[in-house]
């Protein structure tokens, strides 16, 4: 479980990153009271995505298409707790993000996504790494 959320941290860092080098360049294009302006309006915006990732479940999937996509936005859409949903084809992962003060449900997590036919290979959330359904 730490392996998996050190890795997201370093992910994280390595976008972070990659943003930062992307405004010093802005700031020195447009000049500097103006990149500096927008980097410390962009760093506010950052802190929260750390918080996020500590209490999303991330699920990877044996396979993601445009229709799972559709698939798994209409399961999860609207459904009460949920306040995001991010799905990527390429890392064919699907990313839930609960609203703040809710925890998500593993085991009905997993149970939501086998009832659509995309059982998780691997689940990592607050709670725990799971490459089973979760007993509770």
Excluded: N, Y
């Excluded at 010093?24 to 000049?31: D, H, I, N, V």
């Excluded at 302006?37 to 209490?55: F, H, R, Y």
């Amino acid at each position: 479980m730490r392996g998996d959320h050190a890795l997201l941290e370093l992910l994280f860092l390595c976008a972070l990153c990659e943003w930062i080098l992307h405004m010093w360049m802005l700031a020195r294009r447009t000049g500097l009271a103006a990149g500096v302006t927008l980097m410390v309006a962009m760093m506010a915006t950052a802190a929260p995505a750390a918080e996020t990732e500590k209490t999303a479940t991330v699920m990877a999937v044996s396979e993601m298409c445009g229709g799972c996509v559709k698939k798994v936005t209409r399961r999860f859409d609207g459904v009460r707790g949920i306040g995001a949903i991010r799905c990527s084809i390429e890392d064919q992962t699907v990313t839930l993000i609960p609203e703040k003060g809710v925890r998500l449900s593993p085991r009905g997590v997993w149970e939501a996504m086998e009832g659509i036919g995309k059982t998780p290979v691997k689940m990592v959330c607050p709670t725990g790494t799971f490459t089973s359904k979760p007993s509770a």
